[in-house]
């Protein structure tokens, strides 16, 4: 089969390699769409600690079931598309005991520790694999895992009906926490962004905005939220002065959501969680619930739409070098994906 490999740090070529062998509780996809996540860049610039070289990036999958094997096949059929969960989980740990499979403590990604979905097959355990409903389409359905990440981030939040949200970073994943946040009850989700395009296009969706380098950027953010702060804040800018806004902004006894990967620790005013009584926590990739509840989420034609519109561009496979040269330095877009089989 053809892959996309990234033989070492800045070096990405499509070779031929063998097709993956499918051994017991696996199954084998023919990829369809993959798209390009903000962690498929990092790995091809060698900036992740526990990849290795060579590598096949790529989790963000959907595609048809080739072969499955083991107790899992009576529930699927071979030609079915599927999605699935990228998370290599051990389901032995605490963690995984109690669903919480994204922070096993022998955690493994699809596309990091192990081949990923950037080739016309990819190999994925069965348990973590789903049945794309006929009314959600193949480019939609590829949108599923980053729709998880959102999801999940949500409901961690314990976002309620009627509340106020913050969005501090209105790239993709910050979009669709806006879109998740929304869909969940949220009155109000103000998004906070210094790109004029993606400003411009959360107003175009609905949402409030704000530039956070204007000089009065506290106050404005001060009255958007009514005088009295948000309920939930999402930082998913991974910077400095991100978190110290959401503590700043989130109301007494809101909730702060940490999302965002920092490249180092970011100090905190502890007191100002303290005197406010917030609750700071934070969220990694997603559970295998809110995998799932992201591909019944698809299914509600709002959401549906709206996440249809961050698809920027789709690519070619033999196209991949510009695909995520696109999704590294476009000014003009938000989610790639690439066309692997036809």
């Known amino acids: 089969m053809l892959a996309a490999i990234i033989q070492k740090p800045e070096v990405l070529e499509i070779c031929e390699v063998p097709r993956p062998v499918v051994e017991d509780g696996e199954a084998l996809i023919r990829v369809f769409y993959t798209g390009v996540c903000g962690t498929d860049v990092h790995l091809l610039h060698?900036?992740?600690a526990t990849a290795t070289f060579p590598l096949i990036p790529g989790h963000e999958?959907?595609?048809?079931?080739?072969e499955v094997k083991g107790q899992e096949a009576g529930a699927f059929q071979s030609g079915q598309r599927v999605v699935a969960q990228e998370v290599l989980s051990c389901g032995r740990c605490t963690a995984c005991a109690k669903g919480e499979d994204n922070v096993c403590q022998s955690l493994q990604i699809i596309g990091i520790h192990a081949e990923g979905s950037f080739a016309e097959?990819?190999?994925v355990p069965?348990?973590?694999m789903l049945v794309v409903p006929d009314a959600i389409d193949d480019q939609l359905a590829a949108m599923t895992e980053p729709l998880a990440v959102a999801v999940h981030d949500v409901r961690l939040s314990g976002l309620k009906v009627g509340e106020t949200v913050l969005v501090i970073g209105g790239g993709p994943i910050g979009m669709l926490i806006a879109i998740v946040a929304r869909a969940a009850g949220a009155k109000q989700v103000v998004i906070s962004e210094i790109k004029k395009f993606r400003r411009d296009f959360a107003a175009s969706m609905g949402f409030d905005v704000i530039d956070p380098t204007i000089a009065d950027f506290d106050e404005k953010l001060t009255e958007l939220s009514g005088?009295?702060?948000f309920d939930v804040s999402f930082e998913v800018a991974g910077v400095k002065s991100a978190i110290s806004t959401c503590i700043d902004h989130t109301k007494c006894t809101g909730t702060v959501m940490v999302i965002a990967i920092t490249k180092e620790p970011i100090p905190v005013d502890t007191g100002k969680i303290f005197s406010k009584e917030l609750t700071l926590k934070g969220a990694r990739i997603h559970n295998f619930y809110s995998f799932k509840g992201a591909l019944?989420?698809?299914?509600?034609?709002?959401?549906a739409d709206?996440?249809?519109?961050?698809?920027?561009?789709?690519?070619?496979?033999?196209d991949i070098v510009e695909a995520f040269d696109y999704a590294e330095h476009g000014e003009d877009g938000f989610k790639v994906l690439v066309r692997i089989n036809e």
């Open 61 to 66: 999958m959907v595609g048809e079931l080739v």
């Open 46 to 48: 060698g900036h992740h």
């Open 296 to 303: 019944e989420l698809l299914q509600m034609k709002s959401v």
């Open 227 to 229: 005088c009295e702060g």
């Open 121 to 123: 097959y990819v190999k």
């Open 306 to 318: 709206d996440v249809r519109k961050l698809i920027s561009k789709v690519y070619r496979f033999s």
């Open 126 to 128: 069965a348990k973590k």
